[in-house]
């Protein structure tokens, strides 16, 4: 499969603990977030969203955090499993209408590594 | 249900040739997008469309990258010519609506320019 993420930040976690993935996002105002999971030879698969009204939000095992006055959004995920190992992206929706509705403006990534 | 298919998942070519991808969305899905997505990067929106007809290109490089939604259903991505700094995974995705939540993406295409 496609190696995606040669050059991008990587954190590694032993099965079972908790990991924070971060994002600093670019546009302020942006006022829609999502976290999408890329594994290798895949496209992103949406896992949490949180609007800019909202400082957290919870899903199975995920929570989402925003912190708009730093721009910043981390990714909580528990009991993180080998089954989480892949890339992941956070996604910045500027909710300007017209043209920019389901527009998203990704940014970076980063690896996640998962050891049993 | 079907996700988004794509064909073909790889492929290969000289610089100044032509390639050309194609995307077929999920059942019903009106919004149909094609993203660039660089080795190391996040995915970069090229175009949108809304049925058959383009709502935002305004990051398609419209040199040498063309696409179309003929019947508001399947759609291609043309390059022609195409350079080496072309080489990326082609994503496909679909929504029901323009709702950046709801987007499905497809597995890809990897082009490689030689």
């Known amino acids: 499969g496609e190696s995606v993420g040669l050059h991008l930040p990587t954190l590694s976690v032993q099965e079972g603990d908790n990991s924070i993935i971060n994002c600093a996002y670019s546009?302020?105002?942006?006022?829609?977030f999502i976290w999408y999971k890329q594994e290798s030879g895949k496209g992103p698969q949406f896992i949490i969203d949180i609007r800019s009204n909202m400082d957290k939000r919870q899903g199975q095992r995920v929570t989402v955090l925003l912190n708009k006055t730093v721009k910043h959004l981390s990714l909580q995920i528990a009991a993180t499993q080998p089954g989480d190992s892949a890339v992941y992206f956070c996604?910045?929706?500027?909710?300007?209408?017209?043209?920019?509705?389901?527009?998203?403006?990704f940014g970076q990534g980063t690896i996640l590594t998962v050891h049993p | 249900e079907a996700g988004v298919a794509q064909s073909p998942r790889y492929k290969i070519i000289e610089k100044r040739q032509s390639v050309a991808f194609w995307c077929n969305p999920i059942s019903g899905h009106a919004t149909l997008y094609w993203y660039q997505q660089i080795l190391g990067q996040g995915p970069k929106l090229l175009i949108q469309?809304?049925?058959?007809?383009?709502?935002?290109d305004s990051q398609l490089p419209k040199d040498r990258f063309s696409a179309e939604r003929l019947k508001g259903v399947d759609s291609t991505l043309k390059i022609q010519p195409a350079k080496l700094e072309d080489s990326a995974v082609y994503l496909c995705?679909?929504?029901?609506?323009?709702?950046?939540?709801?987007?499905?993406f497809g597995p890809g295409t990897r082009l490689t320019v030689t």
């Open positions: 995705a679909s929504s029901l609506k323009r709702v950046a939540s709801e987007q499905y």
């Open positions: 996604a910045e929706n500027l909710n300007a209408g017209g043209t920019s509705y389901g527009k998203l403006t």
């Open positions: 546009n302020s105002a942006s006022d829609y």
């Open positions: 469309f809304q049925n058959n007809g383009v709502v935002d």
